[in-house]
C-alpha cells in the first residue's frame, strides 16, 4: 500500500504549526511529496509538472485555518485543484443531432470498449433510446462475434456480420440501417492495436468522416500510465475526441490516467467503467478519483470542518457580544468580511439567535461584492475609538473617513445609518435573552 501523503505531509510541517500564512518555502517542500504521491498515483510527469505550477500559485500566501496543519492545509489545495482539473462531474452525452445519433468508440486494443460499447446501450436503452450496435473490427473476426452476444444480453439491436465487408463500408451499413429501421443512436466499436500505430488513426479518421458522430469517446484503462499522455494527445489529434471513459477502475489503480487524460485534451471525462457486468457504468465523480490520486484519507472533510467550525466560532463570538448589547462598528466589518468570504449574507444572520425570521427575509439577498468591500474600507478608514463609538464621528471626521476610503461622504452617511439600523435590530435580539441563545445551543 502506499504511504498516505497527508502522513508523509505531516513530517514535513511538525515544525510549522501555528503559522499564519503558507509561504512559498513551505508550499515547495510538501509539493515535494505531493509530486511523488502523484507520480506513484499513474499521472504523466509532463501532467504533473504543470499541475504543480498551478497548486503553487494557489498555495502560497494562503491563510492556515488554526485547527488544521499548514501540512493538512496543502493536501486540501491540492485536493481542490485536483478536482478542477478534473473538471465537473455529469457531463451527460450529447445526443442533439437529428436521429441516428452516431457515438464513435475508439482505443486501444483490450481497453474496454467493447464492454463500454455495450454498456452505452444498456445505459441508453433505459432512457427508451433504440440503439444499434456495429462492431467495425474486421482484424478479429471474434470482435464482431463478442459484440453481436453483448447486444442480445443488452437486449438492443446489433448490425448483422458480413464477412469481409471492410470498416468504412460496414459503417455506411450501420448508418443506413440506423435511418431505415428508425434506431434513435448508433454505436461504432472500431478496431483497436496493442499500440498506437499511423494505419488505424487513418483508419478511424476514415471512419469518422464518413460517418459523422457527435460523440467520439476515447477508451482507456485507468492502468494506463505515462503512456496516457501519447496515448490522448494521438486520439484528439488524428480523430478528435468529444469525451473519455476511463475502463476498471473497479481494479486497483489509482487514476492517474484521468488526470493526465484530462489534462491533455480537456475533454471531460464522462464515464467510469466499474466492472465486467454490463450495468458497471458509473457516471464520473471527480471527487472519487481526487481521493484515490492523493491516497488520503479524512483530510478533506476534516480541514472543511474546520473552516466550518471557524465560521462559527466568528458567529458564536458575536452572538455573545450582542447578548451583552454591544455591536459596535468594527463587529460590523468583521461581520461584512464573513459575509463575502461566505457569499451569503442569510448563512451568517441564520447563525445568530432569534433571528431566524430576519434571515428568512433576506433569502433572496445576493451580495454585492464591490458595495461589501467599499463598507469594510470605510470603517477600516475610522480610528478604533470611532468604531466602537460611533457618536464619536462627526462632520469633519466624516470627510476625513470618505477621503480615506476613496467614497463620498453620502456614503459613510448611509453605512452610519446601516448601522445604526442594525444595532437597533441586535438590541432587540439581545433582549429576548438567554433563553433565546439556549434555545440556539449557542450559549
Ligand atoms: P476491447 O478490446 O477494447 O474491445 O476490450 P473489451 O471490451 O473486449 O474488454 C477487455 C476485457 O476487459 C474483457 O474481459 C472485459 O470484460 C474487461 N473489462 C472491460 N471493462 C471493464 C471494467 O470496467 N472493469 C473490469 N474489471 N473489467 C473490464
Known amino acids: 500500500?502506499?504511504?498516505?501523503?497527508?502522513?508523509?505531509?505531516?513530517?514535513?510541517?511538525?515544525?510549522?504549526?501555528?503559522?499564519?500564512?503558507?509561504?512559498?518555502?513551505?508550499?515547495?517542500?510538501?509539493?515535494?511529496?505531493?509530486?511523488?504521491?502523484?507520480?506513484?498515483?499513474?499521472?504523466?510527469?509532463?501532467?504533473?509538472?504543470?499541475?504543480?505550477?498551478?497548486?503553487?500559485?494557489?498555495?502560497?500566501?494562503?491563510?492556515?485555518?488554526?485547527?488544521?496543519?499548514?501540512?493538512?492545509?496543502?493536501?486540501?489545495?491540492?485536493?481542490?485543484?485536483?478536482?478542477?482539473?478534473?473538471?465537473?462531474?455529469?457531463?451527460?452525452?450529447?445526443?442533439?443531432?437529428?436521429?441516428?445519433?452516431?457515438?464513435?468508440?475508439?482505443?486501444?486494443?483490450?481497453?474496454?470498449?467493447?464492454?463500454?460499447?455495450?454498456?452505452?446501450?444498456?445505459?441508453?436503452?433505459?432512457?427508451?433510446?433504440?440503439?444499434?450496435?456495429?462492431?467495425?473490427?474486421?482484424?478479429?473476426?471474434?470482435?464482431?462475434?463478442?459484440?453481436?452476444?453483448?447486444?442480445?444480453?443488452?437486449e438492443v439491436g446489433s448490425l448483422p456480420i458480413v464477412m469481409g465487408e471492410m470498416p468504412v463500408a460496414i459503417t455506411r451499413r450501420a448508418l443506413d440501417v440506423g435511418r431505415k429501421e428508425g434506431?434513435?443512436?448508433?454505436?461504432?466499436?472500431?478496431?483497436?492495436?496493442?499500440?498506437?500505430?499511423?494505419?488505424?488513426?487513418?483508419?478511424?479518421?476514415?471512419?469518422?468522416?464518413?460517418?459523422?458522430?457527435?460523440e467520439t469517446l476515447l477508451v482507456s484503462d485507468a492502468m494506463t500510465g505515462q503512456d496516457a499522455v501519447t496515448l490522448a494527445r494521438e486520439f484528439n489529434e488524428k480523430v478528435g475526441v468529444t469525451?473519455?471513459?476511463?475502463?476498471?477502475?473497479?481494479?486497483?489503480?489509482?487514476?492517474?490516467?484521468?488526470?493526465?487524460?484530462?489534462?491533455?485534451?480537456?475533454?471531460?471525462?464522462?464515464?467510469?467503467?466499474?466492472g465486467e457486468k454490463l450495468d458497471a457504468l458509473e457516471v464520473f465523480h471527480p471527487d472519487r478519483i481526487a481521493g484515490r490520486i492523493l491516497g488520503m484519507g479524512d483530510i478533506v472533510s476534516l480541514v472543511e470542518k474546520a473552516m466550518e467550525t471557524i465560521e462559527k466560532e466568528e458567529a458564536e463570538r458575536l452572538a455573545k457580544r450582542?447578548?451583552?448589547?454591544?455591536?459596535?462598528?468594527?463587529?460590523?466589518?468583521k461581520q461584512f468580511g464573513q459575509v463575502r468570504k461566505m457569499g451569503d449574507l442569510k448563512g451568517v444572520i441564520g447563525m445568530l439567535p432569534g433571528v431566524g425570521k430576519m434571515a428568512a427575509a433576506m433569502k433572496d439577498a445576493s451580495v454585492d461584492e464591490k458595495l461589501l468591500a467599499r463598507q469594510e474600507a470605510i470603517i477600516l478608514s475610522m480610528t478604533m475609538a470611532e468604531r466602537r463609538n460611533p457618536d464619536l464621528i462627526k462632520a469633519s471626521r466624516k470627510k476625513r473617513i470618505a477621503a480615506g476610503s476613496g467614497v463620498?461622504?453620502?456614503?459613510?452617511?448611509?453605512?452610519?445609518?446601516?448601522?445604526?439600523?442594525?444595532?437597533?435590530v441586535m438590541k432587540k435580539v439581545s433582549k429576548l435573552g438567554q433563553k433565546g441563545l439556549k434555545r440556539h445551543g449557542i450559549a
Open 183 to 214: 434506431y434513435d443512436v448508433v454505436i461504432l466499436d472500431t478496431a483497436g492495436r496493442l499500440h498506437i500505430d499511423q494505419e488505424l488513426m487513418a483508419e478511424v479518421a476514415e471512419v469518422r468522416d464518413v460517418a459523422q458522430p457527435t
Open 243 to 274: 469525451g473519455i471513459v476511463l475502463t476498471r477502475i473497479d481494479g486497483d489503480a489509482r487514476g492517474g490516467a484521468a488526470l493526465s487524460m484530462r489534462a491533455v485534451t480537456g475533454r471531460p471525462i464522462k464515464f467510469l467503467g466499474a
Open 1 to 154: 500500500m502506499f504511504e498516505s501523503l497527508s502522513s508523509k505531509l505531516g513530517g514535513v510541517f511538525e515544525r510549522l504549526t501555528g503559522r499564519g500564512t503558507l509561504t512559498e518555502a513551505d508550499v515547495t517542500e510538501a509539493l515535494r511529496e505531493v509530486r511523488v504521491a502523484l507520480l506513484e498515483a499513474d499521472v504523466a510527469l509532463p501532467v504533473v509538472k504543470e499541475f504543480i505550477g498551478r497548486v503553487k500559485a494557489r498555495a502560497v500566501g494562503t491563510d492556515v485555518i488554526k485547527s488544521v496543519s499548514p501540512g493538512q492545509m496543502v493536501v486540501k489545495i491540492v485536493h481542490d485543484e485536483l478536482i478542477d482539473t478534473l473538471g465537473t462531474k455529469g457531463v451527460e452525452l450529447n445526443l442533439s443531432a437529428a436521429a441516428p445519433v452516431v457515438i464513435l468508440m475508439v482505443g486501444l486494443q483490450g481497453s474496454g470498449k467493447t464492454t463500454t460499447s455495450a454498456k452505452l446501450a444498456v445505459r441508453l436503452k433505459k432512457d427508451r433510446k433504440k440503439v444499434l450496435l456495429a462492431s467495425l473490427d474486421v482484424y478479429r473476426p471474434a470482435a464482431q462475434r463478442q459484440l453481436e452476444i453483448l447486444a442480445g444480453q443488452a
Open 408 to 424: 463620498d461622504v453620502q456614503e459613510v452617511n448611509r453605512l452610519l445609518k446601516q448601522y445604526m439600523m442594525m444595532s437597533d
Open 322 to 333: 450582542i447578548e451583552k448589547g454591544k455591536f459596535d462598528l468594527d463587529d460590523m466589518r
